[in-house]
C-alpha cells in the first residue's frame, strides 16, 4: 500500500511541475503546486489501492466459495468392472 501511495505522490508532483512551468510560474509557486499536486495524488491512489485490493479479495473468496460448492455437490466417481 505504501508503495502505491509513494508512487501516487511521485506521479502527482511530476505533473505538478509540469503544469506549472508550463505555466511559467515562479519557482516557489512551482514548489507549492507540485507539493500540493503530490499530496492529492497520495491520497487519490491510496484510495484507488484500497479499493482495488478489497475486490481483488471479494473475487477471491468468491472463487473459494465456488470451488468448495463445486467440489461438495460433486458425487465421487465410482468405478465398477
Avoid: Y
Avoid at 24 to 47: E, K, Q
Avoid at 69 to 78: E, F, I, L
Amino acid at each position: 500500500m505504501k508503495l502505491i501511495m509513494v508512487l501516487g505522490g511521485l506521479i502527482g508532483f511530476s505533473i505538478g511541475i509540469g503544469f506549472s512551468m508550463a505555466q511559467g510560474s515562479s519557482w516557489p509557486s512551482v514548489i507549492w503546486r507540485a507539493a500540493f499536486a503530490a499530496l492529492l495524488a497520495g491520497l487519490l491512489f491510496r484510495w484507488w489501492g484500497r479499493l482495488w485490493l478489497k475486490c481483488l479479495r471479494n473475487a477471491h473468496i468468491e472463487r473459494q466459495d465456488l470451488l468448495k460448492k463445486t467440489a461438495s455437490s460433486t458425487p465421487p466417481n465410482s468405478a465398477t468392472k
